[in-house]
T-cell receptor, first 111, second 113 residues
Framework: EDQVTQSPEALRLQEGESSSLNCSYTVSGLRGLFWYRQDPGKGPEFLFT???AGEEKEKERLKATLTKKESFLHITAPKPEDSATYLC????????????FGKGTMLLVSP | DAGITQSPRHKVTETGTPVTLRCHQTENHRYMYWYRQDPGHGLRLIHY???????DKGEVSDGYSVSRSKTEDFLLTLESATSSQTSVYFC????????????FGSGTRLTVV
């Protein structure tokens, strides 16, 4: 059974205070690892896909990295508008490859 | 959300009544998914479709059925609603199983009283 564990559950940062969110996973063959952002009352919004260990992707203040057992979402000099819940999901390399999601990390960035 | 709409956005229903939620897409994507999101559980897959009339069960399919008679529409039916089905329901679409990510709808907040 595929499993995704995200930590911490919640994180409060001051504006400009860099940090990282963690996503640990177990999957029987990884096709892809996905990061999403979700704002209150809205559906998740796609951020990144990582396919192999060592891969990195960047978008504005966000950088996602991948190892064989976990992924990190690094947030550099965050702004209040980065406040959201960040979701991690894995896609197995079999069948129709539906996504299994973690419970998310709720990030709050204070000015 | 561009290309995918869910209806209704909010619904309150009574225990024991059937309820149908609709997901409509204009992207002509092959794959469609229904998830529910609950505090402490995250997003959990209910059912998914890999083509017209082709559907399969997800992790939490008990008490739910789906139908897909057209590419653009994927219906989720709660056969006899229970309070445990109070949740936010999200529909998602993808172009292929090996996609770059799902596109999610805005969700339907369902309350069963």
């Amino acid at each position: 059974e595929d499993q995704v564990t995200q930590s911490p559950e919640a994180l409060r940062l001051q504006e400009g205070e860099s940090s990282s969110l963690n996503c640990s996973y177990t999957v029987s063959g990884l096709r892809g690892l996905f990061w999403y952002r979700q704002d209150p009352g809205k559906g998740p919004e796609f951020l990144f896909t990582l396919y192999s260990a060592g891969e990195e992707k960047e978008k504005e203040r966000l950088k996602a990295t991948l190892t064989k057992k976990e992924s990190f979402l690094h947030i550099t000099a965050p702004k209040p508008e980065d406040s959201a819940t960040y979701l991690c999901a894995v896609q197995p390399n079999s069948g129709y490859s539906t996504l299994t999601f973690g419970k998310g990390t709720m990030l709050l960035v204070s000015p | 959300d561009a290309g995918i709409t869910q209806s209704p956005r909010h619904k309150v229903t009574e225990t024991g009544t059937p309820v149908t939620l609709r997901c409509h897409q204009t992207e002509n994507h092959r794959y469609m998914y229904w998830y529910r999101q609950d505090p402490g559980h995250g997003l959990r897959l209910i059912h998914y479709s890999y083509g017209v009339k082709d559907t399969d069960k997800g992790e939490v399919s008990d008490g739910y059925s789906v139908s897909r008679s057209k590419t653009e529409d994927f219906l989720l039916t709660l056969e006899s609603a229970t309070s445990s089905q109070t949740s936010v329901y999200f529909c998602a679409i993808s172009e292929s199983a090996r996609d770059y990510g799902y596109t999610f709808g805005s969700g339907t907040r369902l309350t069963v009283v």
